[in-house]
Structure formats: C-alpha cells, structure tokens
C-alpha cells in the first residue's frame, strides 16, 4: 500500500539539483553532519523566537534552516560521506529540532493562557513522536514503511507557514489531528505485514 498521493513535499530533490548541490557544497569542506548540526541549531533559534513572541521570525528561520535537511543528504551522496552515523543523526536532529519548536508552542499558548490550545500544541508533540516511533519499531520488527499522510517535510511546512501567517492556532488543530492519523494510518500498515508473517510462522 503506497500513499504517495498524499505527499505535498518529495522525498529528496532532482537527482540532479542534488549531485550539483552537493558538489559545490562539498568543495567548501563542509561536512553533511555539520549542516545537520546546523540545522538542528536554527530550529533551536526558531523555537527561542517563539518564546520570545516573534512568530514572524521563527516561521522564516524554521523553514530556513529545516530546507538544510535536504541539502545534508545530497552533500552525502555527492561527496561518498554516507555513513550509518551520519543517517543516525540526521534522523535524530530532525526530530530533535520539530519537538522543540513544538514544544515552545506549547509554552507560547500556556503562557498566554490559551489552555486549549496549548492542549492541542502536546497531542501535536506526541502525535509527532508516535508517527517516529512506530515507524522505527516496524523497521526494528523487519517491516520498512514511509507511507503515511503526514510526514515530517509535511509537518514543517505547515508549522512554519502558520508561524508565518500568524495562523498558528488553525495548523496546531491540524497539526494534532494528523500527526496521530499518520501514526495510526503507519501502525495499520505495519501491524498489517507483520501479522502476514506471523501468519506464515504459523502455517510453517
């Protein structure tokens, strides 16, 4: 079962866009891992923005550090910097950065005594961690999936354009609502597949 239809961002950039990228970044000496760090440390910004009640900014540094997820990728590749420790802390630092920026909306809204939306900021953060997390534990139980209809390119976008568009409250609601679909929408793929193979253990 794919969900490709439900992408509004790709995977990674052009084949391409990426090679060329990557190469003149690499020439630079930079490593894939230091624009991950980077990035990382520009949604640490944005979520201090927030704090700071500047919505405005955070939103244009959110999603300005956030596109460096696709370029530490393509330096990688182009430049034969791929390693397992790399990918392991790319996937860390993503999700790192998002609870951050999410949490501080939680404090953003509590501080402004607008519980409830606050309310809405903590299912987004845990929706967040569960689409992760089930994810993770699929692949550790041998079954790979990215399906899903919200993932984490879809989830910044969103996040950032409500900051933005000082429309915060609205993606937050939406933001709860689909981060917990896409976790239970994963856990059917993958509960799916594994109960095919528990099925084929049975019937060996």
Not at 11 to 17: D, G
Not at 36 to 47: E, I, Y
Not at 185 to 198: A, F, T, V, Y
Request: with cysteine; proline share 2%; charged share 20%.
């Amino acid at each position: 079962m794919s969900n490709q239809r439900f992408r509004i961002l790709p995977e990674r950039i052009p084949a391409r866009v990426s090679v060329a990228i990557g190469k003149s970044i690499g020439r630079l000496g930079i490593t894939p891992n230091m624009i991950t760090l980077v990035g990382a440390m520009g949604s640490g910004l944005a979520a201090w923005l927030i704090l700071e009640e500047q919505l405005l900014l955070a939103g244009a540094v959110f999603l300005g550090f956030s596109a460096l997820d696709f370029v530490d990728g393509a330096v990688a590749r182009a430049t034969g910097q791929a390693t397992p420790y790399g990918a392991f802390l790319d996937s860390v630092m993503d999700r790192v950065g998002e609870a951050l920026v999410i949490a501080a909306c939680i404090w953003y809204f509590a501080e402004r005594g607008e519980d409830l939306q606050a309310g809405f900021a903590f299912t987004s953060l845990f929706g967040s961690i569960a689409v992760s997390y089930v994810r993770a534990r699929g692949e550790a139980l041998g079954v790979r999936t990215k399906d899903g209809m919200f993932r984490r390119q879809e989830r910044v976008l969103l996040l950032g354009i409500g900051l933005l568009a000082n429309g915060l409250t609205v993606v937050i609601i939406i933001l709860a609502v689909m981060t917990n679909a896409t976790a239970l929408q994963r856990w059917g793929i993958i509960g799916k597949e594994l109960r095919k193979k528990d099925q084929e253990i049975t019937d060996a």
